[in-house]
């Protein structure tokens, strides 16, 4: 099946950047989302971030909006989440998925990486 290793993660003061990289592999044709969701202690887990790797189109949670961006390099088979303006609410666990379907803000992720930390400090 799919396998997905996240790497990039580490710690940056409030308002620095990161860029966290999922390489995929595995993939099959039926394939088409990857997703990046985060989660705290104590709290639910998050999507924050999908691009639909055949179209390009991509999906923000809005607590992320203008401040963090997916991209893919299909030569590499990664796709990469740019994280600016990094907040202390940002810290968390961040995993990449992988699904299938029409909108990749919606569908059902079965695969998942094993997650790399964030953490922000102030």
């Known amino acids: 099946q799919v396998q997905l290793v996240e790497s990039g993660g580490g710690s940056v003061q409030t308002g620095g950047s990161l860029t966290l990289s999922c390489v995929v592999s595995?993939?099959?044709?039926?394939?088409?989302?990857v997703g990046w969701f985060r989660q705290a202690p104590g709290k639910e887990r998050e999507g924050i971030a999908a691009?639909?790797?055949?179209?390009?189109?991509?999906y923000y949670a809005e607590i992320v909006k203008d401040r963090f961006t997916i991209s893919q390099d299909n030569v590499k088979n990664t796709v990469s989440l740019r994280m600016n303006r990094l907040k202390t609410e940002d810290t968390a666990m961040y995993y990449c998925?992988?699904?299938?379907?029409?909108?990749?803000?919606?569908?059902?992720?079965?695969?998942w990486g094993q997650g790399t930390q964030v953490t922000v400090t102030s």
């Open positions: 595995g993939y099959t044709y039926s394939t088409n989302c």
């Open positions: 998925a992988a699904g299938s379907g029409r909108r990749c803000d919606t569908v059902e992720y079965k695969s």
């Open positions: 691009i639909d790797t055949g179209g390009g189109h991509t």
